[in-house]
């Protein structure tokens, strides 16, 4: 099991964090290391070789005479030697006085310098050799200085890795307190949805300030509580009218049955069986709509098909026989991409609507709308909706007033199961205005 730091998102970060810094403050740390070493080995060797040359030209014009201390010209460079071809120390400054050669390396006339560390027995040194002339028998200056300590141990590898591993952790720990300042609303809204339940969906996570990741998640979950809360609503207001609506033909057909228990020779068994059949017929009705509704919706991807919209419309209207006369306006062409069946019952409601408030005609329409949508308009010359109304109708088990006398054999649910349809089709239904009846009006989209 990882450790209690890496089981957390806040540690996690931490711990990515770290390894990014490791990752770039490291190779960076090598890097000045070997470019620092270079540069001062590099200093340092300037300095002798510009020692050495400088002794070798004044032995070259006999400025220095053989056996006496060589002068040094920078304090830095105090080792000099002037090595005869035979590796007899001709001249020496006072410091490599008492010193062996400083090195055994002798310059050549096509490489007259040559500069390169050597380790005496007392300690370890920086040399340049110069050879003075061109002869076979040239003296060869040798000037060198201690290695400085830097270069000498690993101290400067020591002090950076040190700083490096300084920095690794200022960056883990600056990153352990923003992310758990950054994490913190995000604990704040875990607690909150603990405290949620189904029996209380009004309440809401605390939101941030501003317009972060953190504040959009919170603002996310406010509205998915706020549609679950409206889902809730939505089915206990459901289940309600539903069983209000499957009581009504059980209360009538069980009113019906105990009367003719009780009075079985005062009961016409004919009328008894019609009107049981109705009532029956009125509950199967309910419970198919009910079952269409939980289906709508449900992988409608894979059986979906082109369907012409006149087509269907002449379909239907051919296996109809309706009590008010249907005149159509039908486009060719106007083609979606759905289920058929659904769609039909679409049509299929809004027909029964129309014509259970039609006066006179039903008016049904078929054409592109714009190019891209396909518009499906079935209108009666009955009663107008009013404006309020117009959003209420499509809620189940929904009668208007008026509807209440005249449609007593509708269920209620038509015209929801008709906006569902169309919403899980990816269009639209609604009502639209007109002067001494009423339009719906059904808009998806075109292939």
């Not at 009961?267 to 059949?277: K, P």
Request: proline share 5%.
């Amino acid at each position: 099991m990882p450790p209690w730091w890496a089981r957390s998102l806040r540690g996690r970060v931490t711990l990515i964090a770290t390894a990014v810094a490791a990752l770039v403050l490291i190779p960076v740390a090598v890097a000045g290391v070997i470019t620092a070493r270079s540069l001062m080995t590099a200093s340092v060797f300037r300095d002798t070789r510009d020692t050495a040359e400088r002794i070798a030209y004044e032995m070259r014009g006999g400025a220095l005479p053989m056996g006496a201390a060589i002068p040094v010209p920078n304090p830095s460079v105090d080792l000099i030697q002037v090595v005869g071809p035979n590796g007899q120390i001709l001249a020496s400054s006072d410091a490599a006085r008492n010193l062996p050669p400083l090195s055994d390396i002798r310059p050549t006339p096509e490489n007259r310098v040559i500069s390169v560390m050597n380790c005496l027995p007392t300690e370890c040194v920086h040399v340049t050799a110069v050879r003075v002339s061109m002869f076979a028998d040239s003296p060869v200056v040798y000037a060198g200085r201690s290695t400085p300590d830097l270069l000498a141990n690993r101290g400067l590898e020591v002090v950076v890795f040190i700083e490096v591993g300084v920095l690794i952790g200022l960056a883990s720990w600056a990153t352990w307190l923003v992310t758990g300042r950054a994490l913190r609303p995000v604990a704040t809204m875990r607690a909150e949805l603990d405290a949620v339940h189904a029996g209380d969906l009004s309440r809401r996570v605390t939101q941030p300030p501003g317009g972060d990741e953190v504040a959009q998640l919170a603002r996310s979950v406010n509205g998915t509580l706020a549609r679950l809360e409206r889902s809730a609503q939505q089915q206990r207001q459901f289940a309600s009218d539903a069983s209000h609506e499957l009581r009504t033909p059980i209360a009538g057909l069980r009113a019906q049955l105990e009367s003719a228990q009780l009075y079985p020779d005062d009961t016409d068994v004919e009328a008894l069986v019609d009107s049981a059949l109705r009532d029956t017929d009125r509950l199967e009705a309910i419970i198919t709509d009910l079952l269409l509704l939980a289906r709508i919706g449900s992988r409608v991807d894979v059986v979906k098909e082109r369907v012409d919209l006149a087509e269907l419309v002449r379909q239907e209207l051919s296996v109809r026989c309706d009590k008010v006369p249907v005149h159509v306006d039908l486009a060719e062409g106007v083609v979606v991409e759905g289920v058929r069946l659904q769609l039909a019952r679409v049509l299929t409601n809004l027909l029964d609507n129309a014509q259970r408030h039609a006066e006179h005609t039903v008016q049904v329409e078929v054409r592109r709308e714009g190019g891209h949508t396909a518009l499906l308009a079935v209108e009666n010359d009955g009663v107008e909706i009013a404006e309020e109304d117009r959003e209420r109708i499509f809620q189940r088990f929904t009668r208007l007033d008026a509807a209440r006398s005249r449609d007593a054999g509708g269920t209620g649910l038509g015209l929801a199961i008709a906006r569902d349809v169309a919403v899980a089709h990816g269009g639209q239904i609604t009502v639209e205005d007109r002067v001494g009846g009423a339009r719906f009006v059904l808009r998806l989209p075109a292939v």
